[in-house]
């Protein structure tokens, strides 16, 4: 059966689904003591729909184009060395545009307490050795995923929860949801089934990964490289119903990742074991500053059409400051003199008191670009010039779109 049928997530902890090369879809996570949606799953699928539905607890909108992504990090290692690694679940718009921190009150903290206390505590283990950050915070980045993407979710808003549903019940059930879907979604074995596995020298066509994956969920997903070296992968889903309960619907995605068509690299997981997670300092050292695609412990943020970006991270022709970077391409933070950098609604800032953002890099030709949420689409009101400085925002939205190159000092 291919992943191309409906995927009823309410119902994987009973059900098992054979594709075409054979793997069983069973899952073993107990469920949680479920909140029901009482939403309906016959009706059009998100991004589907023809005429105006105004229930938007049982239709997800603006965000029905959903992204499961998930990581393949070698430097330094997460995760078990057969295995990806969760990123997430981003309810992107059905335009490819996004939102994000959809509502600051609803930041929960201490997502282990949340799960633990709320009877996802199974959850909460698998989280622990699949759903890791490459700088062993984990608790901050659950705390990231769902803060910029659980919120945006119109089927997780409290006003669509049961009366009496505890605070943070919408979170329990995002975080529950995706491990679910992961599991459906078991890419390393989609991989190795097709005789493609890990390796130090071998290198890939970008159609040989895709065909495969293709033949084993009837679906095409986005592969994301850095440096020549396969790192990421998003699923495309529309929903039907609720993400609490909802149908999910595989689709193919709908762009390209960043992966080059030929010599993509899929390189092993080193001081990874099946058993659990890789601690940060495990795995083989980072690259050194300045080897070509690596990651600069020290640089300058330039924009493809002038200047680029001062301290607080504004952008300006004037000398751009010293950023430091910290982490490897496809995952880190960074900082300035004025503190850490982060997105808050869509606006890049740094400065005491911010909340830390995680960035990745992507190699295009000789440049090395920021990205922020997989894209290094960035954009602005105007360009600067002489002294005036312009608010840089992710994605495309404003009227002038530039991207950021990573330039080593």
């Not at 984990?138 to 605070?167: A, I, M, V």
């Not at 003199?337 to 995680?358: D, R």
């Not at 890099?361 to 440049?367: K, R």
Request: glycine fraction near 12%.
């Amino acid at each position: 059966m291919a992943l191309n049928a409906l995927l009823l997530i309410a119902g994987l902890g009973s059900m098992t689904m054979a594709s075409p090369v054979g793997f069983s879809y069973a899952d073993p996570v107990n469920l949680f003591k479920r909140i029901s949606s009482g939403c309906s799953t016959t009706g059009p699928a998100s991004c589907h729909n023809t005429t105006h539905v105004s229930d938007l607890c049982c239709f997800e909108s603006p965000g029905g184009l959903l992204l499961q992504t998930q990581f393949w990090d070698t430097n330094p290692s997460t995760g078990p060395s057969d295995s990806w690694t969760i990123h997430g679940l981003w309810p992107d718009n059905c335009d490819g545009t996004f939102g994000q921190d959809c509502d600051p009150s609803r930041a929960y903290t201490d997502i282990a307490d949340l799960l633990s206390s709320q009877g996802a505590s199974d959850t909460l283990s698998f989280m622990k050795e699949f759903w890791v950050d490459i700088n062993g915070q984990n608790e901050q980045f659950w705390e990231h995923e769902w803060s910029k993407h659980g919120t945006c979710y119109s089927t997780l808003e409290t006003s669509c929860l049961p009366s009496g549903s505890p605070r943070g019940a919408e979170a329990v059930a995002f975080f529950n949801t995706v491990v679910k879907l992961f599991k459906s979604l078991p890419t390393y074995q989609f991989l190795a089934d097709a005789g493609i596995t890990p390796s130090t020298s071998k290198t890939f066509s970008l159609s040989t990964l895709t065909d495969a994956l293709k033949s084993a969920t009837g679906v095409t997903p986005a592969l994301d490289c850095s440096s020549g070296a396969i790192n990421q992968i998003s699923w495309y889903f529309n929903l039907k119903g609720s993400l609490l309960d909802g149908e999910f619907v595989p689709i193919d995605a709908p762009k390209k990742g960043s992966c080059a068509s030929s010599g993509l690299k899929y390189p092993p997981k080193s001081g990874s074991s099946s058993s659990g997670p890789t601690s940060t300092s495990g795995g083989n050292p980072p690259p050194p500053t300045g080897a070509p695609g690596s990651l600069p412990a020290k640089a300058h943020l330039s924009a493809s059409s002038t200047g680029g970006l001062l301290t607080a991270g504004t952008w300006s022709v004037q000398t751009p400051a010293t950023y430091t970077l910290s982490g490897s391409t496809s995952s880190f933070t960074m900082s300035t003199s004025k503190g850490s950098c982060g997105v808050s609604s869509g606006q890049l800032i740094c400065g005491s008191g911010v909340s830390a953002s995680t960035f990745s890099a992507q190699t295009s030709g000789s440049n090395l670009l920021l990205a922020f949420g997989g894209s290094t689409a960035f954009t602005s009101d105007g360009t600067p010039s002489g002294s005036t400085q312009e608010t840089v925002f992710t994605g495309s939205g404003h009227s002038v779109d530039f991207t950021i190159s990573i330039v080593s000092t």
